[in-house]
Structure formats: C-alpha cells, structure tokens
C-alpha cells in the first residue's frame, strides 16, 4: 500500500516524463536552421542591369580556398568584387577580365557561414549575362622543391594549364632535363586583366638560371631558353607579374627539349675546326657561350666575320683567348663586316662565341643561329 503522498510524487514524476519526451520528440522534428548561401558545386546563369550588380550569396567554411568562375555570355567580360557578410564592406580589390570572356576568381573563406560577391560587367554601364560556377578548390602546385608538381618533358611539345589562387602565389613545376640539353619553356596569361606571368628556372638548391617574362616575345625573344649544364631536374616558377598581381591568373606552359647544345661552353669541351672554316653556331639559350678551337699561326692574319644569310644588328661576337688562357681579345664584333686577329704566337687559340648586338632598328624576332666563318686574309 502506498501513501497519498507517496502517490502523487510517482504522478508528478511520470507527469514530468511524458513532457521531456514531447519536447525532445518536438526538437527532433524542428529542422535546423540552413545556411541559405549556394553550396560548393552550383552552377547557373544570371544577369546583371547597367547600373546594379548581381549579388550572390556563397556557403563557405573557415580556411577553405574556393573558386569562382565567371565566363561572360552577352557583355565584354566579368568583374567580381567580394564583401564582409556583415557590414558588405569590399574584401580586397575587385578582379576583372577584359581580353577574355572568363575570369577565374580565388579566395580563402576566413568565417565559416556566408559569402558575398558582386558581379557586373568589366566595362562599366554595360548590361549582360553571365554563367557562373562555385567550387571548392586546392592549390594546384607547390611553391618550392617540397611541393613542385612533375611535368613530361621530351623534344614533344607539352602543354599544361596552371592557376595563381592567391596574389602572392609560386606555382613550381619539376622537369627532368638531360645534362647539356636546352629546355624551352614560354607561359602566357589567359585572363585579359592578367597578363603574362613571370616564369624563373631554378635548381633545386635555389640557384636561378634566369628569368623571362612573354611580354619579351616584343622585344624579339619568343620564349625562355636555358642549357642543364649538370643534369638532373629543374624547377619552372611561375608567378603573376608586377602591378597585375592583385588578380588570379590562369596561365597555360608550354615546354620542350631542345636538344643537346652544339658547342661546349668552356675551353675543355670546345669544338675543333680547320681554317678556313665556316661553323653553324646556336646561341639561342640566355646567357648561351659557344667555344671554338682552332690552330693558327703567328703573324698571320685571320678575318672573324658573321657569315649569317639576314639584315639583322646581330652577331656572334668572339672573345679569343690562348692555350694558358691568356685574354687576347674581348667580345670583339665579328660581325658581318668582321674582324682581324693576329696571333702572337703559332698554336691553339679558342674562341667563345656569344650572341651580340649591332648597330641598327631590329622590331622582329632575335635571331638565335649564325654562320660563324674565320678565314686566312694574310698578304
């Protein structure tokens, strides 16, 4: 038997179980709150007036990079701008295409919840339409020998496409060139607001072996040549270049083997010729020697000319030094016109060729091969 009071504390006990079963069962059936920005993987079309841009509101977590692409459908090219979720105060400078229809924009999520971004046109007061795609995104290269990314190499032209996510990015490719074999390599901007980026060849130690930037193609040099005198692997770093680097780039490479240089670059590996000799030199990779050895005789005189078929300033210049290494003569210009060497002594003499310029208007391309002729004009 149990008491009244006993009875009622059992009741008030189960009556106090039944509610915190319906309001758990209650929870339960309550959807959470969603975040209502796009979801990495959404894709679509949208379209903005003359005076207003599209904004969009993005789903994004903390840390994570993510990629927006914008390709231009009926207007001149896109423009985004990203905003703080809160107070829509921009974020960072906005990025814009203009020679190109689509612009590929980067950028790590500080706050996990909502991002925003504005889109409009690149040409200002212009309406249009616009497809878009949002995904999530990782760095597609390292930026050093730890995170470089292998590329094919071989006399077959390879071609890849790499991005620059971040304003300050490195993209580092490895390519495994032969010992004394040249590398060509030339990388080309595709956003229009980009430009080219710049490119350097490094060792992996960190030893550079020059620079190059496509803009040069101008200037007459089409892409960047470097020899592997030691062998073993080099690393292509890519970087935006100069006031452009405050927008993503998407670039694309292309390199090759060369082939094995023609002429060693030092005393020791030089090339034997008999006068008269008339020699096809390439000096086409920065910074490129060739060297020559020949016998001569003292007192006699020898005539040291470019022999090249073309009207350009440029030349093999000649810098001739003796069998001990004694310095005869520096960068003298064997040029068309050429140049007269007397040796002091009869025996061997070298002669490191280097690629030079002229006198004169040259708006084509450098010449990278010459007809290098030495011939006895003695009395």
């Known amino acids: 038997m149990h008491t009244e009071l006993e009875l009622k504390s059992r009741g008030g006990w189960a009556l106090g179980l039944l509610l915190g079963v319906a ?14 920005g796009m979801k990495p993987g959404a894709q679509g079309e949208a379209a903005v007036t003359a005076t207003e841009p599209t904004r969009l509101e993005l ?18 090219g896109c423009k985004v701008q ?17 020679a190109t229809k689509q612009l590929n924009f980067f950028w790590t999520a500080a706050t996990t919840g909502l991002a925003v971004l504005d889109v409009q046109s690149a040409l200002e007061g212009e309406a249009g339409a616009f497809q878009y795609e949002f995904t999530e995104a ?11 990314v292998p590329q094919p190499f071989s006399e077959t032209e390879h071609a890849f496409i790499g991005f620059l996510e971040r304003p300050d990015d490195v993209d580092a490719w490895r390519l495994s060139v032969p010992a004394n074999h040249i590398l060509r390599a030339v990388c080309s901007g595709f956003d229009g607001a980009n430009r080219d980026p710049d490119m ?3 060792r992996p130690d960190g030893t550079s072996l020059g620079t190059y930037n496509a803009v040069q193609f101008n200037g007459g040099i089409a892409d960047m ?12 770093l890519v970087r935006a270049s100069g006031p452009y680097s405050a927008n993503s780039t998407r670039y694309g490479c292309k390199v090759r083997d060369a082939g094995p240089d023609d002429h060693g670059d030092v005393a020791a590996e030089a090339t034997a010729i008999t006068v008269p000799a008339r020699v096809r030199v390439d000096l086409g990779a920065q910074n490129e020697v060739d060297v020559l050895a ?20 440029f030349h093999a210049s000649t810098t001739v030094t003796d069998a001990q290494g004694q310095l005869l003569g520096a960068e003298l210009a064997s040029d068309r016109t050429g140049v007269s060497f007397v040796p002091p002594t009869t025996g061997r003499y070298f002669l490191a060729l280097k690629r030079a310029r002229g006198f004169g208007i040259w708006k084509w391309l450098i010449p990278e091969a010459f007809g290098y002729e030495i011939t006895d004009v003695t009395p």
């Open 23 to 36: 309001l758990t069962l209650g929870a339960c059936g309550k959807d959470e709150p969603e975040d209502k």
């Open 225 to 236: 040549a470097i020899k592997n005198a030691g062998g073993g692997d080099l690393l292509l």
């Open 59 to 76: 789903s994004v977590k903390a840390g994570q990079l993510y990629r927006f692409v914008c390709t231009a459908t009926t207007m001149t």
């Open 200 to 202: 350097e060849l490094i």
């Open 294 to 313: 020949v016998d001569l005789v003292a007192g006699h005189e020898y005539l040291l000319r470019d022999d090249s078929n073309n009207s350009s300033p």
């Open 138 to 148: 990782a760095d597609d290269a390292g930026d050093s020998a730890d995170g470089a």
């Open 82 to 98: 990203l905003r703080d979720a809160t107070t829509l105060e921009p974020v960072g400078e906005a990025r814009l295409s203009r």
